[in-house]
């Protein structure tokens, strides 16, 4: 599916609203979640998944052509942790879905969907 | 720089603000394209959204793990994971760039 079709279902499921509408609902929450990362901040929607933004230092790398070294700035990257509740969905039909220990491996991590809902 | 973290309120704000419907309108609204989104995953589709990223289902196979703790071998069984591949407009504007010069 793409945005365009994304559009398309959900004005469809809305008779009451132009497509211009809903583009712009979509445009508006894609653009707040960007916008949220631009600025570092963490974005976390329960039932889904949470995204964050991780920095990167600055390495070398290597142009995997010419094997000849290059300097990779540092930067920032935006990563997306699969909600609990999500991860559950996408495996629906297959067995244990128990999640009790489903986060013991995880040190310190994001755990975007913690306790509640 | 740690900063706040944005949920589902402020993205119906945003809405809110952005098209002139009611709040509860806005709330159902983004309830619904996030609702979209999922069931197109749990299907194992892939969701494009142009200058933002793609969510895209992977099928994993078994293999053996371990407990990090007891160092016990367990099977992980296999599983359906979503990882979200970041556009390069997305990257850039995260690197403060400008949309264009997406890779380096």
């Keep these: 599916m793409i945005k365009s079709e994304l559009v398309m279902r959900i004005a469809e499921q809305n008779p009451h609203l132009y497509q211009r509408d809903v583009e712009n609902i979509v445009g508006a929450i894609l653009e707040t979640i960007a916008d949220a990362l631009a600025r570092g901040d963490r974005v976390e929607l329960r039932g889904f998944g949470a995204f964050s933004v991780k920095r990167r230092d600055a390495r070398m790398g290597r142009n995997p052509r010419t094997g000849e070294t290059v300097a990779v700035a540092e930067k920032a990257i935006p990563v997306f942790k699969t909600g609990k509740e999500m991860r559950n969905r996408l495996n629906r039909d297959g067995v244990g879905e128990d999640d009790a220990d489903d986060d013991a491996g995880e040190p310190g991590g994001v755990a975007p969907l913690a306790a509640a809902r | ?104």
């Design chain 2, 1 to 104: 720089m740690a900063g706040r973290t944005v949920t589902r309120a402020d993205l119906c704000e945003a809405v809110y603000q952005r098209v002139g419907l009611s709040r509860t309108e806005s709330a159902a609204l983004v309830e619904s394209v996030l609702s979209e989104i999922c069931d197109c995953l749990e299907r194992g589709e892939t969701v494009k959204l142009s200058s933002f990223g793609s969510f895209v289902v992977r099928e994993k196979g078994e293999r053996i793990g371990r407990n990090p703790k007891t160092g016990v071998e367990v099977p992980i069984e296999p599983r359906r994971v979503m990882v979200f591949k970041p556009s390069n407009v997305l990257k850039a504007r995260i690197n403060g760039e400008s949309a264009a010069d997406g890779e380096d």
